[in-house]
């Protein structure tokens, strides 16, 4: 079984002691009835006890029942707005839900979060069979293993995090949900992404293997990118909105991958140019040097290899290869 599964197993035995205590069973009755690894870990863990009835105390657990169970069979039909799902009142206007009751304790049970994956203890680690040296770890295996879903830099564990694709202000009862933790860099989860909620329909990362792969994106000077969006679908629109790629593309560390990518095509043509060569041969140097690296098997398995193809795909051939290479037809012949 894995770990991930096992994270799922506390949040279903937490699920099912909301269920019956809304239907009026006594907490030591249903704590005592198969629920061992929750009894276990409930009564030794101060902490964890009171986040969990934090849950139990609220006034709006009926709704809260209802969410969880709409989210656990609809999530990925609710951001794709699958008409077909029978969405919740108190999700359609999650908005007006949660101005109306964020004073309610539900609201605290985000904690759950911080303690799973930031402070838990060994009791609640041997019983959850979550004993490993990062959750965050786990969270990152295939495809994003060592990659942010958003824009693809390479990242190790010190700095991965984990973001909540739906935020767990408005919905804590999926702070937990393994499909709602997304892998990503600091720089794209703590500067980047948007703290409100997305608008519908939008691409998910587990959906759509590395979202910017589909995502126009060229040169726009030498120094700057641009996205083209105009004919992108709703779906992508909204994500582009959500993790705001647009100035994403702006941030230091892309702007310096951006200009390592024409150092390195500057270099490598000047390597390749000669004293006397016309415009014509220097330009044809430049834009076969552009397509080796497009071809390189290195690109692939370096950082931002989907921006990086981009990059250079809207150089080749193009304006940007044609004043590169009167550049260094300048500079060679001077």
């Not at 030794?44 to 006034?59: G, V």
């Not at 692939?300 to 550049?327: G, H, P, Q, W």
Request: aromatic share 12%; charged share 25%.
């Amino acid at each position: 079984m894995s770990r991930k599964y096992k994270l799922t197993v506390l949040t279903a035995d937490i699920s099912r002691l909301l269920e019956e205590s809304n239907n009026g069973v006594d907490k030591s009755v249903i704590l005592n009835t198969n629920f061992d690894n929750l009894k276990f870990v409930y009564y030794r863990l101060p902490k964890l006890r009171k986040i969990i009835d934090y849950l139990l105390d609220s006034n709006i657990k009926e709704e809260i029942i209802k969410q969880d169970k709409f989210f656990k069979s609809n999530y990925f039909n609710y951001l794709k707005l699958n008409m077909e799902c029978d969405v919740p009142d108190s999700v359609q206007e999650i908005i007006t839900f949660y101005n109306q009751y964020n004073e309610d304790s539900y609201f605290s049970y985000k904690e759950m979060y911080n303690y799973v994956f930031n402070e838990s203890s060994k009791k609640l680690q041997n019983t959850y069979d979550l004993k490993f040296g990062n959750i965050k770890e786990y969270f990152s295996r295939g495809t994003y293993c060592t990659y942010c879903s958003v824009c693809q830099q390479r990242i190790n564990i010190g700095s991965r995090d984990l973001d909540h694709f739906l935020n767990k202000q408005y919905f804590p009862i999926l702070c937990l949900m393994q499909e709602n933790l997304i892998p990503m860099c600091t720089i794209c989860n703590r500067i980047y992404k948007q703290t409100e909620l997305p608008q519908l329909p939008v691409v998910h990362p587990f959906q759509v293997k590395f979202p910017i792969e589909n995502i126009p994106i060229r040169l726009k000077t030498l120094t700057e990118l641009e996205i083209i969006d105009a004919d992108l679908p709703p779906e992508y629109i909204n994500y582009i909105k959500l993790m705001d790629l647009k100035n994403r593309l702006t941030h230091l560390d892309i702007k310096k991958n951006l200009e390592d990518i024409i150092w390195a095509v500057q270099e490598e043509s000047r390597k390749q140019v000669t004293k006397g060569m016309n415009f014509k041969s220097v330009l044809k140097i430049v834009n076969d040097v552009i397509t080796d690296y497009i071809n390189s098997e290195l690109l692939v398995i370096a950082s931002y290899f989907y921006i990086n193809t981009k990059i250079l795909e809207s150089m080749n051939n193009s304006i940007f290869s044609k004043r590169i290479a009167c550049k260094i037809h300048r500079e060679v012949n001077n």
